[in-house]
């Protein structure tokens, strides 16, 4: 059973262009969120994907956006690349609903994205 | 993590007990959330403990929860090298993201 798939897993853009990262969850989970982790810091909860809608969003301005597909995978497209865009940026993948199954989050190895 | 501390780092010999502690804000969060993150890897789910519960006990794993205080510790037994990582509390405000703490970088010294 492949666990969350991330690809690819370096990147490196120059200031100005855009990106699109991707994310296959964990088979038999149908929700994907993603994570900014800048170095020395824990991850910042960015948005989170279910049927293929966003249901949440953390604190990030509009150049970041997302899909989910009908197969639950999920893109992260970051338009108009800072510097400070550069980070570890994680996928996790869940269950919805309640019960203990939906309490669990796994991760991604991540995309390293580089702005320069 | 802002709403999340824990202190930056924690040095033990192998074989003792490493004690790492997190202070979380949002008494709404109905799940703690341990993770390990190795050099250059994504975050492995270690443990997690539901906040009517004040103990969970994993094998060498033994999750303390004091919701008064709202303070949450993970403690690993018999600390082996292949415990040095980096270790992150993390809490669930609401059903839809997870709220991380910066980390405690735990060395394990031979």
């Known amino acids: 059973d492949a666990g969350v798939t991330q690809s690819p897993t370096h990147l490196i853009k120059t200031r100005g262009q855009q990106v699109t990262l991707r994310c296959s969850p964990k088979?038999?989970?149908?929700?994907v969120s993603w994570y900014q982790q800048a170095l020395g810091q824990g991850p910042q909860f960015i948005f989170q994907?279910?049927?293929?809608?966003?249901?949440q969003r953390g604190n990030f301005p509009d150049r970041f956006s997302g899909h989910q597909f009908p197969n639950y995978s999920s893109e992260l497209n970051v338009n108009a690349l800072l510097l400070g865009d550069s980070a570890l940026y994680l996928c996790?993948?869940?269950?919805?609903?309640?019960?203990?199954?939906?309490?669990?989050?796994?991760f991604g190895q991540g995309t390293r994205l580089t702005v320069v | 993590g802002e709403d999340v501390e824990q202190s930056l780092f924690l040095s033990v010999r192998e074989g003792d007990s490493s004690v790492i502690n997190c202070t979380y804000t949002?008494?709404?969060?109905?799940?703690l959330y341990w993770y390990k993150q190795e050099p250059g890897a994504g975050l492995q789910l270690l443990t997690y403990?539901?906040?009517?519960?004040d103990m969970k006990q994993d094998q060498r794993l033994t999750v303390l929860l004091n919701k008064k205080d709202k303070h949450l510790s993970l403690r690993i037994a018999d600390t082996q090298t292949g415990d040095s990582a980096i270790y992150f509390c993390?809490?669930?405000?609401?059903?839809?993201?997870?709220?991380f703490g910066s980390g405690t970088q735990l060395t394990v010294l031979p």
């Open positions: 996790a993948s869940s269950l919805s609903g309640t019960g203990t199954r939906a309490t669990e989050a796994f």
């Open positions: 088979s038999g989970h149908d929700t």
């Open positions: 994907y279910y049927e293929e809608e966003e249901r």
């Open positions: 949002d008494s709404s969060s109905t799940y």
């Open positions: 403990i539901f906040s009517n519960m």
């Open positions: 993390a809490e669930r405000p609401s059903a839809r993201q997870l709220t």
